[in-house]
């Protein structure tokens, strides 16, 4: 394993088990996926229960797809369009940084560009696609257009 390897393995365990993290809290957390669809549906997400299970269950896939490196491009890509909604519905309009009232974008927006980036640079040595020689046809330019559109 190159250096590389062990850094796209470092993000893409990190990034993808801190978005199923995210995903059971939706879920399963304090207010459960009722107190969840409250949230979205008072974000103008309607109806907010469909929304608050559509996002739980994909942040769960999709983030333990990328911790594992499992069609890394359409696990990012998935991570990538949850960030973007929360972004538009959630913070943008409360300017970039997170640590302003309300929470700005820059914490989707960094999760974003790093699963933009994996899904680009490929899943390395230590991933599942790698195992199953799915890379090979998946990662690179090809990778990053997937995760992007």
């Not at 974008?105 to 599942?128: D, W």
């Amino acid at each position: 394993m190159t250096a590389a390897d062990t850094a796209d393995l470092v993000l893409r365990v990190v990034v993808g088990l801190t978005i199923v993290a995210h995903g059971y809290n939706h879920i399963f957390g304090p207010g459960g996926i009722q107190g969840t669809a409250g949230w979205f549906a008072s974000m103008g997400l309607r109806p907010g229960i469909v929304h608050a299970w559509a996002s739980g269950l994909i942040e769960l896939a999709a983030g333990a797809g990328l911790a594992v490196g499992l069609f890394t491009p359409f696990s990012a890509g998935a991570i990538i369009g949850i960030m973007v909604v929360a972004g538009m519905t959630a913070h943008r309009r409360n300017g970039f940084f997170i640590f302003k009232p309300g929470q700005g974008y820059e914490y989707v927006l960094m999760i974003a560009v790093v699963c933009l980036a994996i899904a680009t640079f490929g899943p390395g040595y230590a991933s599942l696609d790698h195992a199953f020689t799915i890379d090979d046809n998946l990662d690179g330019w090809l990778g990053g257009l997937i995760a992007l559109v």
